[in-house]
């Protein structure tokens, strides 16, 4: 499973953006799948998972309530919708891809076994 982002851009502050993030291989349904994020700067950090079935997400404080992670396993795709972003969302954002086939997917960097090269995501003020 070779994960690849797409859908990062420039926007206002207030704005939307969709990530996509299409993944190679026929055994995408077997993955849970995640979102990361890196601010210049600072270290990476855990954004969204979602299970290998789409029915179990989880997300970081910061982002609950304004990002939603959902999956297409028929198109091995993987998406970001982010809506009220903040100045403060800024960063890279990386898809990867954990050999889990739990009902909870991790939050932790190290389980996730794939990742993308990274879309960059830019908030203006």
């Known amino acids: 499973v070779q994960p690849v982002e797409s859908g990062g851009g420039l926007v206002q502050a207030g704005g939307s953006l969709r990530l996509s993030c299409a993944a190679s291989g026929r055994t995408f349904s077997s993955y849970a799948m995640g979102w990361f994020r890196q601010a210049p700067g600072k270290e990476r950090e855990f954004v969204a998972a979602i299970n290998w079935s789409g029915g179990g997400t989880y997300y970081a404080d910061s982002v609950k309530g304004r990002f939603a992670i959902s999956r297409d396993n028929a198109e091995n795709t993987v998406y970001l919708q982010m809506n009220s972003l903040k100045p403060e969302d800024t960063a890279v954002y990386y898809c990867?891809?954990?050999?889990?086939?739990?009902?909870?997917?991790?939050?932790?960097?190290?389980?996730?076994?794939?990742w993308g090269q990274g879309t960059q995501v830019t908030v203006s003020s």
């Open positions: 990867a891809a954990d050999r889990n086939f739990g009902a909870v997917p991790s939050t932790r960097e190290n389980d996730y076994d794939y």
